[in-house]
């Protein structure tokens, strides 16, 4: 599972360096303010899906594959609550930049 998570981070990456090089090469720049945005909020995505969530994520799965038998084990749900807010946010992140990329609203 942890092999798998490099293909979106590199993809992610090179989404980021593609769309400011074509920026450049077009001679666009950062004249558009959504944008400027978008790319911003990008950048934060990146910060918490690249640095942050596998971090959590690796923690909970650690949790669950050192327990034993069907229950759930005991530190689970705070894992889970902890890393919540996270991955909430960098789906959220996602789609208000789909939006702002779609509607181009300024």
Same mark, same amino acid.
């Given at each position: 599972? %942890?092999? *798998?998570?490099? %293909?979106?981070?590199?993809?992610?990456? @090179? *989404?980021?360096?593609?769309?400011? &090089?074509?920026?450049?090469?077009?001679?666009? $720049?950062?004249?558009? &303010?959504? @944008?400027?945005?978008? +790319?911003? +909020? %990008? =950048? #934060?995505?990146?910060?918490?899906?690249? $640095?942050? /969530?596998?971090?959590?994520?690796?923690?909970?799965?650690?949790?669950? @594959?050192?327990?034993?038998?069907?229950?759930?084990?005991? $530190?689970?749900?705070? *894992? /889970?609550?902890?890393?919540?807010?996270?991955?909430?946010? =960098?789906? +959220? @992140?996602?789609? #208000?930049? #789909?939006?702002?990329?779609?509607?181009?609203? %300024?």
């Amino acid at each position: 599972m %942890f092999k *798998l998570e490099k %293909f979106p981070k590199t993809g992610a990456v @090179l *989404l980021l360096a593609s769309g400011i &090089g074509i920026m450049w090469m077009s001679n666009t $720049g950062f004249q558009h &303010g959504w @944008l400027n945005v978008s +790319l911003g +909020l %990008f =950048v #934060l995505l990146e910060i918490l899906a690249i $640095g942050i /969530v596998p971090r959590k994520m690796k923690r909970i799965a650690e949790c669950v @594959l050192a327990s034993t038998g069907e229950r759930i084990p005991d $530190g689970y749900e705070n *894992l /889970v609550k902890e890393a919540r807010p996270y991955l909430m946010s =960098v789906h +959220l @992140l996602a789609a #208000l930049i #789909l939006v702002l990329m779609i509607s181009k609203p %300024f």
